[in-house]
Each structure stands twice: as structure tokens, then as C-alpha cells.
């Protein structure tokens, strides 16, 4: 069965640098686009990004253009999201997802959280 | 960008209950919009795809209709598993955007 597995979140200070990864299984992962959904605490679901099945194409939400850059290594199954000058609005739990090419999105993994606090 | 404004933001119901969730668009999105269920400290939960197709494994008690800038999720006969927080997608246009959410709360 499709597997999605998110790592990497953990507190960091405003300003800083963080990179999340997200291992995939069960699904051929070099056919899908691949998305990232954040959530923060206690509010409700903002698309962040999203990458073609290759990689040539990616496409961010306004709030992290220019900061966000996603990526994917199709020889490991893995997506990736660098996130650079992190402020506090930031802080959310991290949602990687898998598209259906013209269904929206089907599968998500279990989330992990950053903290952005001084 | 795609405004969806989902409501009502939250309602309380009783199991056996009939629920009536809307989610409508700035503009039209064809029938690309997908509903989810998410449950506290749990990824959402894909409901609905193509704006009335059950995914598979969902009870046929959860529906969803319309196309366009007016778009239905109904719960029949709401059971005590349903409680929870429901999501509408639109991704016919980038960046994709979710509807605010509505909490169905037990009354």
C-alpha cells in the first residue's frame, strides 16, 4: 500500500534553514507529481507546493515563493523541501502528499512539525 | 488565486443525523474538487475526487455533488466515527486551494 513517510521537522530560530524529507513506498513514485500541504497548529490546510513526476516543473504558494525550494530524487523514492529564511508563520506541521494527475491529491503522509521560535 | 469558502465553519449534529457541507468558488473549477476528513493529530483522509466520486473503501453514506463554483458534501445517517474536521480541495487551477474547514462537532 502507498507509504509516506515525512522526517526532518524540528525547532529552528527565525531566519534559519531547515530541509524535510519524505520517503515513499508501495507506488511507483518516478509516475507522480508530489505535493506539500501545511497545517499549522490548531488551523486548517494550506498547499505550500508542488513538483512534476520528473522534476522539471515546480509550482509554490505565494507565502513561500522564493524561500521553498521542493525537489525529489527518483532513484531514492524520496521528496525533499528546503525551507530557507523561516519566520515564525511558518511554523506548521508538514504534509507530504502524492498527486493523481488530474484527481487531486490521494495520499498523505503522517506529517512532521516545524517550529520556528526564537 | 482561487478563493473556496467553505461552510458553515462548524455545526453540531447527532448520530443518524443528515450533515450538509458547501464549499463555493471564486470562480469555476470544473468538477475538479476533492473532499477530505481529518481527524485530530491524523493526515486528511481523501473523501471524495472528480466533485462526486467515492473514493474506494468510503461508506456510501458520504456524497458529493455540484461542478463549477457550487460544490455538496453530504453525510447520511452521520455515525459516531464522522465527528471530525472536512476539507474541500480545488486543483483545477495552481496554487491549489482548500476550503476553511468545517468541524462537525456531536451535540
Known amino acids: 500500500q502507498v507509504q509516506l513517510v515525512e522526517s526532518g521537522g524540528r525547532v529552528v530560530r527565525p531566519g534559519g534553514s531547515l530541509r524535510l524529507s519524505c520517503a515513499a513506498s508501495?507506488?511507483?513514485?518516478?509516475?507522480?507529481?508530489m505535493h506539500w500541504v501545511r497545517q499549522p497548529p490548531g488551523k486548517g490546510l494550506e498547499w505550500v507546493a508542488f513538483?512534476?513526476?520528473?522534476?522539471?516543473?515546480?509550482y509554490y504558494g505565494d507565502s513561500v515563493k522564493g524561500r521553498f525550494t521542493i525537489s525529489r530524487d527518483n532513484s531514492k523514492d524520496t521528496l525533499y523541501l528546503q525551507m530557507n529564511s523561516l519566520r515564525v508563520d511558518d511554523t506548521a506541521v508538514y504534509f507530504c502528499?502524492?498527486?493523481?494527475?488530474?484527481?487531486?491529491?490521494?495520499?498523505w503522509g503522517q506529517g512532521t512539525l516545524v517550529f520556528v521560535s526564537s | 488565486d482561487i478563493q473556496m469558502t467553505q461552510s458553515p465553519s462548524s455545526l453540531s449534529a447527532s448520530v443518524g443525523d443528515r450533515v450538509t457541507i458547501t464549499c463555493r468558488a471564486s470562480q469555476g473549477v470544473r468538477s475538479d474538487l476533492c473532499w477530505y476528513q481529518q481527524k485530530p493529530g491524523k493526515a486528511p483522509k481523501r473523501l471524495i475526487f472528480g466533485a462526486s466520486g467515492l473514493q474506494g473503501g468510503v461508506p456510501s453514506r458520504f456524497s458529493g455533488s455540484g461542478s463549477g463554483t457550487q460544490f455538496t458534501l453530504t453525510i447520511n445517517n452521520l455515525q459516531p466515527e464522522d465527528f471530525a474536521t472536512y476539507y474541500c480541495l480545488q486543483h483545477n487551477t495552481k496554487p491549489l486551494t482548500f476550503g476553511g474547514g468545517t468541524k462537525v462537532e456531536m451535540k
Open positions: 508501495g507506488f511507483p513514485f518516478r509516475n507522480y507529481g
Open positions: 502528499a502524492k498527486d493523481t494527475s488530474g484527481y487531486g491529491i490521494d495520499y
Open positions: 513538483t512534476l513526476y520528473d522534476g522539471s516543473y515546480q
